[in-house]
């Protein structure tokens, strides 16, 4: 069972790329989540998605996009990298089904912007 | 949305120490989850509290949910360099509880 699946685990990109994040799951699972981690720091929400077809933003949503087609893909897009972008990145999925909110997370994809 | 606050944000034992971490907010919560990430890598689910009062054990690991449900806190006994890592508070907020928003999580050091 692959759980959560993301690609790349790291990558550098230069000022003004894009880039998408890649997120798999393949739970079943409706709800979704992206995040990022500064180092030293804890998880901020970027965008989540409660099904296919609806995505909305988090805390920190200013330079990414979002798209949820499926229930089991949720890339996240970068479209102008910049440095302040320079993170680790966590997708994550949750059921929510009778009271199970246990939100199971991705490796993680390492991005640095130069 | 209602934020988790989390305390303190660093803590170093000698092993075989107690550990406690604190998370607070200043509404109440439907429910409080607990993570815990092992250094390079990623959240783990621990444990959810639902009720009122509520204490839940794992080995040497103590939860508890305020009568208020507006804190929560985690104990350690006796720590041992396994339990190394950033400990997590998490909670649904958001108009319809689909947010899922982490406080700003304790890292423990065990010195052997």
């Known amino acids: 069972n692959a759980g959560v699946t993301q690609t790349p685990k790291f990558r550098i990109l230069k000022i003004g790329q894009s880039m998408t994040l890649q997120c798999a799951q393949d739970?079943?699972?409706?709800?979704m989540y992206w995040y990022r981690q500064d180092p030293g720091m804890g998880l901020k929400l970027i965008y989540y998605?409660?099904?296919?077809?609806?995505?909305d933003k988090g805390e920190v949503p200013n330079g990414y996009n979002v798209s949820r087609s499926t229930t089991e893909d949720f890339p996240l897009r970068l479209e102008l990298a910049a440095p302040s972008q320079t993170s680790v990145y966590f997708c994550?999925?949750?059921?929510?089904?009778?009271?199970?909110?246990?939100?199971?997370f991705g490796q993680g994809t390492r991005l640095t912007v130069v | 949305g209602q934020q988790v606050m989390q305390i303190p944000q660093y803590q170093h034992v000698q092993e075989g120490e107690d550990f406690t971490t604190y998370c607070n907010s200043s509404t109440t919560l439907s429910n409080i989850q607990w993570y815990k990430q092992r250094p390079g890598g990623h959240p783990v689910f621990l444990i959810q509290?639902?009720?009122?009062?509520e204490v839940k054990k794992q080995k040497r690991l103590t939860f508890q949910f305020g009568e208020a449900k507006k804190n929560s806190s985690l104990h350690i006994t006796a720590t041992q360099t396994t339990d190394v890592g950033t400990y997590f508070c998490?909670?649904?907020?958001?108009?319809?509880?689909?947010?899922?928003?982490f406080g700003k999580g304790t890292l423990l050091t065990v010195n052997p």
């Open positions: 739970m079943n699972h409706n709800y």
């Open positions: 998490a909670d649904y907020s958001g108009g319809s509880n689909y947010k899922l928003t």
């Open positions: 998605s409660v099904g296919a077809g609806i995505t």
């Open positions: 509290l639902v009720k009122s009062g």
């Open positions: 994550a999925s949750s059921p929510r089904v009778g009271g199970n909110t246990e939100a199971f």
